[in-house]
């Protein structure tokens, strides 16, 4: 009986009262926000502007221990931001490792910095790896680490994989989720998904849509970004983008809940994905990062029903690539969101081949 009083006092007023009325967002965000604030003696937790490429851009910096390895997010889209979804996906990160978000170029945050016509000229490939450098050599002189670990997702798992072939010295190790690479190939097999999914489904209107773009990618031409975009929906609606859904909204609506993001902020967060996409990601297309040796430990996370990015073409590349190390992790009931459709099982993965390596290098709390 006693233990049963003791239970019961433990409880909180408001949960023995009526159900309340729908909280506001600045409610709901301020009880994420404390339940994953960071107060370990050796945590670590800033959020600033840092001046990449001669503008300021949002960068974040989180973990438990500020000794434990160094973790650098690279988002995708261009302009997919992970940052305002990351308290959903991420937080068990920061208990292995120091997780650095950085809302790049015309993306989330950064975007709403500078004024866009400012931007629109230095948007290009090569500018985006320039920013990534810079990037990666701030945090490292930042954290104090001579090598950190890079996790890319889709379009910023081109930057990743480029960043493997320019400063592999920089570098415990990479990921690449949802891997970018034999681009081409990867768009044909999209198209021919979606068409074969339309036709069983007798989806009179993707049938059309698919085959007004046809053949797709056009032979000797550049993607057109209108029909990439055609592509991309029908491959959404048949579960490419995320496993068993018609859309990727399970993923970014998470954006809403973010307690990195004002109320303002979250309202526009993608507008620098839809202004940066259309330019940047045909550049990238163009410049595919199929390379054939590396000299950092590589692991791709791959998503078993990922069309988007298409996972086959990705441990195909893999099975080619010759490397130090390499691992690739498929994720059965994931697409191409696979830290936010198996979160349990990504951060079991980033901790079971990435911080042997960091052991390895000393690179670890004594």
Same mark, same amino acid.
């Given at each position: 009986?006693?233990?049963? =009083?003791?239970?019961?006092?433990?409880?909180?007023?408001?949960?023995? #009262?009526?159900?309340?009325?729908?909280? =506001?967002?600045?409610?709901?965000?301020?009880?994420?926000?404390?339940?994953?604030?960071?107060?370990?003696?050796?945590?670590?937790?800033?959020?600033?502007?840092?001046?990449?490429?001669?503008?300021?851009?949002?960068?974040?910096?989180?973990?438990?221990?500020?000794?434990?390895?160094?973790?650098?997010?690279?988002?995708?889209?261009?302009?997919?931001?992970?940052?305002?979804?990351?308290?959903?996906?991420?937080?068990?990160?920061?208990?292995?490792?120091?997780?650095?978000?950085?809302?790049?170029?015309?993306?989330?945050?950064?975007?709403?910095?500078?004024?866009?016509?400012?931007?629109?000229?230095?948007?290009?490939? #090569?500018?985006?790896?320039?920013?990534? #450098?810079?990037?990666?050599?701030?945090?490292?002189?930042?954290?104090?680490?001579?090598? $950190?670990?890079?996790?890319?997702?889709?379009?910023?798992?081109?930057?990743?994989?480029?960043?493997?072939?320019?400063?592999?010295?920089?570098?415990?190790?990479?990921?690449?989720?949802?891997?970018?690479?034999?681009?081409?190939?990867?768009?044909?097999?999209?198209? &021919?998904?979606?068409?074969?999914?339309?036709?069983?489904?007798?989806?009179?209107?993707?049938?059309?849509?698919?085959?007004?773009?046809?053949?797709?990618?056009?032979?000797?031409?550049?993607?057109?970004?209108?029909?990439?975009?055609?592509?991309?929906?029908? $491959?959404?609606?048949?579960?490419?983008?995320?496993?068993?859904?018609?859309?990727?909204?399970?993923? =970014?609506?998470?954006?809403?809940?973010?307690?990195?993001?004002?109320?303002? #902020?979250?309202?526009? $967060?993608?507008?620098?994905?839809?202004?940066?996409?259309?330019?940047?990601?045909?550049?990238?297309?163009?410049?595919?990062? *199929?390379?054939?040796?590396?000299? $950092?430990?590589?692991?791709?996370?791959?998503?078993?029903?990922?069309?988007?990015?298409?996972?086959?073409?990705?441990?195909?590349?893999?099975?080619?690539?010759?490397?130090?190390?390499?691992?690739?992790?498929?994720?059965? *009931? =994931?697409?191409?969101?696979?830290?936010?459709?198996?979160?349990?099982?990504?951060?079991?993965?980033?901790?079971?081949?990435?911080?042997?390596?960091?052991?390895?290098?000393?690179? &670890?709390?004594?």
């Amino acid at each position: 009986m006693l233990a049963l =009083s003791v239970a019961l006092a433990a409880v909180p007023a408001w949960a023995t #009262e009526s159900p309340a009325k729908p909280a =506001s967002r600045a409610q709901a965000t301020a009880i994420i926000a404390e339940a994953r604030k960071i107060l370990a003696p050796h945590g670590i937790d800033r959020t600033e502007k840092v001046r990449i490429g001669g503008i300021d851009q949002w960068v974040s910096i989180r973990g438990m221990d500020r000794r434990n390895p160094v973790l650098i997010f690279l988002h995708g889209g261009p302009g997919y931001v992970a940052t305002p979804m990351s308290w959903y996906f991420g937080r068990g990160w920061e208990e292995y490792f120091t997780v650095v978000h950085w809302d790049q170029r015309a993306s989330g945050r950064t975007h709403l910095l500078t004024d866009p016509e400012k931007i629109r000229p230095t948007l290009s490939a #090569e500018q985006a790896l320039a920013d990534a #450098e810079a990037l990666i050599a701030w945090a490292r002189e930042t954290l104090g680490k001579e090598k $950190v670990f890079i996790v890319g997702h889709s379009g910023g798992s081109w930057l990743g994989l480029h960043m493997t072939q320019r400063r592999p010295e920089w570098l415990h190790g990479y990921v690449g989720v949802g891997q970018v690479v034999n681009t081409r190939e990867g768009e044909r097999r999209g198209w &021919v998904f979606a068409m074969d999914a339309a036709r069983r489904d007798g989806n009179a209107e993707a049938m059309r849509e698919l085959e007004a773009i046809a053949p797709y990618p056009a032979p000797g031409k550049p993607i057109k970004i209108e029909d990439l975009y055609t592509q991309r929906r029908w $491959v959404a609606h048949y579960g490419g983008t995320m496993a068993y859904r018609r859309d990727n909204n399970a993923d =970014s609506a998470l954006a809403r809940l973010s307690p990195d993001y004002s109320d303002e #902020e979250s309202r526009r $967060v993608w507008e620098g994905n839809s202004f940066a996409t259309p330019i940047l990601l045909p550049q990238m297309l163009d410049h595919d990062p *199929n390379f054939r040796e590396l000299a $950092v430990p590589i692991i791709l996370f791959a998503g078993r029903h990922d069309i988007n990015v298409n996972a086959d073409v990705g441990a195909e590349w893999l099975a080619r690539l010759k490397a130090p190390e390499k691992h690739i992790v498929w994720f059965e *009931n =994931s697409a191409h969101m696979p830290m936010t459709e198996e979160p349990g099982k990504f951060f079991l993965s980033l901790v079971q081949y990435l911080r042997p390596i960091a052991e390895r290098a000393g690179d &670890v709390p004594r």
